[in-house]
């Protein structure tokens, strides 16, 4: 089992233009969430997802958007990427929710955004 | 809303000596998750504690949960080189609803020196 996969694993971009980063899990499991981490403030959540066509904001959801369409795959959107939007980006999933089973992270897209 | 603050940001110790990384939440916490992020790395699951006043081992590590369920610690004995990276602890955020939303404290570096 791959676990859980993110792709691309490096981006640089312009500020204004747009890319999609893709989350793809194959443990089956219905929550999916999208964090990004700076250097001394942890890991902030983005969006997360209970499962195949729901999603919600996390703590930072400004300037992102997400979809579930399959289960296995969360797409996190920059539609106009700015300086500070520079970060890597980690996707997780768990089995059931985040209260009761641990999150299993992807290696990270780190984004650089000019 | 849940804040959660762990001290200290950066320690440096000999290799053998101890180590220790405390978690505080500003509200009381279902349960809290432990992780270790190896330098370049993704965040890897430790454990869950759930009970108050749980303590649980694992080999060097000890991991306790606080009578009050508002803070806890890792701490490790003869700390080697394997050991280093970020360690952070992570709780629901919020307790009422059992959510699917983790709150992750701001992490604890861990260097060795050799």
């Known amino acids: 089992n791959a676990g859980v996969t993110q792709t691309p694993k490096f981006r640089v971009l312009k500020t204004g233009q747009s890319m999609t980063l893709l989350c793809a899990q194959d443990?089956?499991?219905?929550?999916m969430y999208w964090y990004r981490q700076d250097p001394g403030m942890g890991l902030r959540l983005i969006h997360y997802?209970?499962?195949?066509?729901?999603?919600a904001k996390g703590e930072v959801p400004d300037g992102y958007n997400v979809s579930r369409l399959k289960k296995q795959n969360f797409l996190l959107g920059l539609e106009s990427a700015a300086p500070s939007q520079t970060s890597v980006y980690f996707c997780?999933?768990?089995?059931?929710?985040?209260?009761?089973?641990?999150?299993?992270f992807g290696e990270g897209s780190r984004l650089t955004v000019l | 809303g849940q804040q959660v603050m762990q001290i200290p940001q950066y320690q440096h110790v000999q290799e053998g000596e101890d180590f220790t990384t405390y978690c505080n939440s500003s509200?009381?916490?279902?349960?809290i998750q432990w992780y270790k992020q190896r330098p370049g790395g993704h965040p890897v699951f430790l454990i869950q504690?759930?009970?108050?006043?749980e303590v649980k081992k694992q080999k060097r590590l000890t991991f306790q949960f606080g009578e009050a369920k508002k803070n806890s610690s890792l701490h490790i004995t003869a700390t080697q080189t394997t050991d280093v990276g970020t360690y952070f602890c992570?709780?629901?955020?919020?307790?009422?609803?059992?959510?699917?939303?983790?709150?992750f404290g701001t992490g604890t570096r861990l260097t060795i020196i050799p």
């Open positions: 997780a999933s768990s089995l059931r929710t985040a209260n009761t089973g641990e999150l299993f």
């Open positions: 443990m089956n499991h219905e929550y």
């Open positions: 997802s209970v499962g195949e066509g729901t999603t």
């Open positions: 509200t009381t916490l279902s349960n």
């Open positions: 504690l759930v009970k108050s006043g």
């Open positions: 992570a709780g629901p955020q919020d307790p009422i609803f059992g959510n699917e939303k983790l709150t």
